[in-house]
């Protein structure tokens, strides 16, 4: 295995379309959402250290969840488990990691994933990561994996490449915002969009090296804490800065701002499994396309629900159709899995 193969893993969020499950205290990453027996951020490690060295795996999180990262991978070490004392989007963690990294390897390529995503084929999945690292190793690249889009989805970013471009690696001409309906007709329509995965391969050199030019005022900053960067000072010094960082994600302060970034369409299936909507698309049905998890049914005049419980729980439905139906402790929710973009906000609220 290449001793020169790094991850940085993503496992920060909240995941709070997925409440009441996934909560501020534990999010989704850290469940078993598919009823599998293996919890999202274990599911995303085992799969990459299939191509990546297991000590060379970074757990980028807030500082709140280090010991269920512990708990749940167990062959991780305290110094694998970079913590956030503050949310401060993708850049600033991202910059961090990557300097930790280039100060023990800087010969180090890089992939960025993260940890809550469902991937089915990973046999595809090494096979599209080994293509990108060799893409990036040895040249001033910084690459992203897109998604073919299925249907004008709204809800995801999306990456729009050079048409003329027959390589299987093609320039991104620009990264698009979230669209309307409409909008995302067209992008589809164009044939040379992508969904944005959040997926990212780099050379340690050419993301440093795009931070100093993009980023030069982060960059200075987090540079100063270079000498206690894995050693017992590093603590410190990124509790009293850490937070001073700037608000912004990677896309915002690199990606769209490089002229050297370039894009694959992967070849394994993909859902980011951010709604309960997104997790009923990939769970299996009954006759009715119910999807069913850790619980017991019985269902009348009941079709396309998503049902989910603790301990299996018995659960009998009558007349109930298109519904996410989901029992926690002290919470029940039953909400139309139409208005499934409204939980965050009705989280908020009960907040």
């Known amino acids: 295995m290449n001793k020169n193969y790094y991850a940085i893993l993503m496992a920060g969020g909240v995941g709070s379309r997925f409440w009441p499950v996934s909560t501020t205290d534990f999010p989704k990453q850290f469940h078993d959402m598919l009823g599998t027996g293996e919890t999202l951020i274990q599911k995303t490690f085992a799969r990459l250290s299939q191509i990546i060295p297991k000590e060379n795996i970074l757990i980028l999180t807030n500082e709140s969840y280090n010991d269920i990262v512990l708990e749940q991978l167990p062959s991780v070490k305290q110094e694998q488990i970079i913590l956030e004392p503050a949310m401060r989007n993708t850049a600033p963690c991202i910059l ?5 990294i280039e100060k023990k390897n800087p010969n180090a390529v890089v992939l960025v994933a993260p940890s809550d995503h469902w991937i ?70 164009s044939r040379n969009f992508l969904w944005n995965a959040g997926i990212f391969i780099w050379s340690i050199k050419s993301i440093l090296n ?102 299996k729980k018995l659960v009998v439905i009558d007349g109930l159709n298109d519904f996410i139906v989901v029992d926690k402790e002290h919470v029940l929710l039953i909400y139309p899995k139409s208005k499934e973009q409204d939980i965050k906000k009705i989280v908020a609220k009960l907040k």
């Open 96 to 100: 961090y990691a990557s300097l930790k």
């Open 120 to 189: 089915e084929d990973e046999m595809q999945f090494i096979s599209n990561i080994q293509h990108s690292f060799d893409f990036c190793e040895s040249q001033d690249n910084l690459m992203t994996l897109g998604i073919l889009p299925t249907f004008p989805n709204t809800g995801y970013g999306y990456i729009e490449y050079d048409k003329l471009d027959s390589r299987p690696v093609k320039k991104v001409i620009q990264f698009r915002e979230k669209p309307d309906y409409a909008t995302a007709r067209q992008f589809i329509q």
């Open 210 to 311: 795009a931070f100093q030019i993009f980023q030069p005022e982060m960059y200075q900053h987090f540079l100063r804490g270079y000498e206690a960067y894995n050693t017992d000072e590093e603590k410190t010094f990124i509790a009293e800065n850490y937070p001073l960082a700037e608000n912004i994600s990677i896309d915002y302060a690199i990606l769209e701002k490089a002229q050297n970034v370039f894009v694959m369409s992967a070849t394994f299936d993909w859902n980011d499994l951010g709604t309960w909507g997104s997790l009923y698309d990939k769970l299996p049905k009954d006759i009715n396309n119910n999807a069913v998890v850790n619980a017991n049914v019985f269902l009348e005049n009941a079709s396309h629900n998503i049902i989910r419980t603790e301990g």
